[in-house]
Nanobody, 118 residues
Framework: QVQLVESGGGLVQAGDSLRLSCAVS????????MGWFRQAPGKERDLVAR????????YYANFVKGRFTISRDNAKNTVYLQMNSLKPEDTAIYYC???????????WGQGTQVTVSS
């Protein structure tokens, strides 16, 4: 079993930055892919970025490329999402998720709210 706890959300103005954290516990993550998703009111949950824990390979959705950076800290077993140049359309609940062996995302955090005012 893997437990995920997100933190770092909040209310910011357009153009500001936030860093989300996802503390992971439960097992070794070498074969896992970690993802950040977001869901705005009335919309589907979208993949924002993902990272393979051991290879550090990353992927970004087009709508965040150049603004967001996903990273992980082995020592702290934590995944981060650095969000720069935030826009009002980035407003959503952000979720951290874990996919064993880079397959289906089986484990999810409780989510953290990010609100960007114009």
């Amino acid at each position: 079993q893997v437990q995920l706890v997100e933190s770092g959300g909040g209310l910011v103005q357009a153009g500001d930055s936030l860093r989300l954290s996802c503390a992971v516990s439960g097992r070794a993550l070498g074969s896992y892919t970690m993802g950040w998703f977001r869901q705005a009111p009335g919309k589907e949950r979208d993949l924002v970025a993902r990272i393979h824990w051991s290879s550090n390979w990353t992927y970004y959705a087009n709508f965040v490329k150049g603004r967001f950076t996903i990273s992980r800290d082995n020592a702290k077993n934590t995944v981060y999402l650095q969000m720069n140049s935030l826009k009002p359309e980035d407003t959503a609940i952000y979720y951290c998720a874990a996919a064993p062996n880079s397959a289906q995302y089986l484990y999810w955090g409780q989510g953290t709210q990010v609100t960007v005012s114009s």
